[in-house]
Structures are given as C-alpha cells and as structure tokens.
C-alpha cells in the first residue's frame, strides 16, 4: 500500500517531466532541421551532441544513409516559410544589453497545439534588410506564473531565453523579432513585441 501510494504521489511529477522531455526532443528536432542553415547554436550541442562538428558530420551521414524522415531546411528566409497568424501565443518580455550583448526573453505556445512552441526562432531585418532567420532559443524554462495566470497546466514549460551577441548580426538599425516554431507544419507564428537595435 505505501509503494502504491508512492508511485500516486510521483505520478503528477513525472507526467510533467515527460512532457518537458518530449518538448526538448522537439527542439532538437527543429536544430537538426536548421543545421545546415544557421550556424552553431547551443541548443544542439546541449540537446543532441556535445561536439557539433561531429553532431554535423553524422547528420550529414544519416542525411545520404536516408534515415532522417524530414528534409533540412535550406533557407533562412522568413518569406520562404507560411505564417500562422494566430494572436497571443506569446511574447518578448524582457531585454536587456550588457556590453553589446543583447540577452532576452520571454515565452511561447504552439498554435495549433495546447502545449509550449516547440521552439521559437529569431528574424533581423532593417531599411534594407528582408526579414531573415538567424538563430534559434538557447533553452526553455519553467513559468509558474503563466500556470497561474491562465490556471492550465499546459503553460509550465512555455518559458524561453536568448542570448544574442552583435557580430552575429548584420551592421545597422535592425528589428529583431521572435517566432514560434512547429517542427511538424514547419509554420511560424508572430511573437508579440520587437526588439530594436543600432548594431554598429
């Protein structure tokens, strides 16, 4: 009877951590897809291999051996991909810069799902630059308070941060935006808020 009660106890903690752990999978998942398009970014090397120029290589193996059942995105184009414009999926909340790096955050829920994005993607554009793609969220985190404001359960994990260094970016006034992404659709729906920058 304790073993039961136990296990009964558990058991709400550990759906919760399977949830998180099929939605990290998801986000390894969306930095495979974008491995050949965007440079190195941390959620592959703290989600799927520690080395990414070996992480690189074996994708690239499975890629010719056919295993891998989607196709790598080729573009970073936001034009290139279809938008969902479904509203409140979430938002920036919070930026800050400290010695030119720019560190955000704030959350994301799937569009078509009642879950947390399974990642979110980040655009830079400016007076002469198109909307393009340049990196994805570094993790995800818990956020009680989001739990409690809309009382579901389904806003634990929705929780993302950023951080952004400014050689990564193109020179001047930009506009930066967050997306949340479905690995699935390969759809992207608006963030709330912008971040804009003088990246000189």
């Known amino acids: 009877a304790t073993v039961i009660l136990l296990h009964a106890l558990a058991f709400p903690s550990n759906v919760l951590n399977l949830s998180v752990f099929r939605l990290d999978l998801r986000l390894g998942k969306a930095g495979l897809q974008f491995l050949d398009a965007l440079p190195p970014q941390p959620a592959d090397t703290t989600l799927l291999f520690p080395n990414f120029a070996t992480l690189k290589k074996n994708a690239d193996a499975l890629n010719q051996l056919g ?22 999926c979430g938002g920036i909340e919070t930026t800050r810069t400290i010695g030119g790096i720019v560190f955000l955050s704030g959350w994301a829920m799937s569009a078509d799902r009642k879950t947390a994005a399974d990642c979110v993607l ?26 409690a404001k809309f009382h579901d359960r389904a806003y634990v994990a929705a929780g993302w941060q950023k951080t952004i260094r400014p050689q990564d970016l193109p020179k001047g006034a930009l506009t930066l935006k967050a997306w949340a992404y479905d690995v699935q659709s390969r ?8 971040f804009h920058l003088d990246n000189k």
Do not use: H, W, Y
Not at 187 to 194: A, G, I, K, M, Y
């Open 67 to 88: 295993v891998r059942n989607d196709d790598p995105v080729k573009t970073t184009r936001l034009a290139d991909f279809k938008i969902n414009p479904q509203p409140d």
């Open 122 to 147: 980040f655009t830079c554009e400016g007076t002469d630059i198109k909307p393009v793609i340049f990196a994805l969220m570094d993790s995800r985190f818990e956020r009680a308070d989001l739990v």
């Open 187 to 194: 759809q992207v729906t608006p963030l709330q808020n912008e």
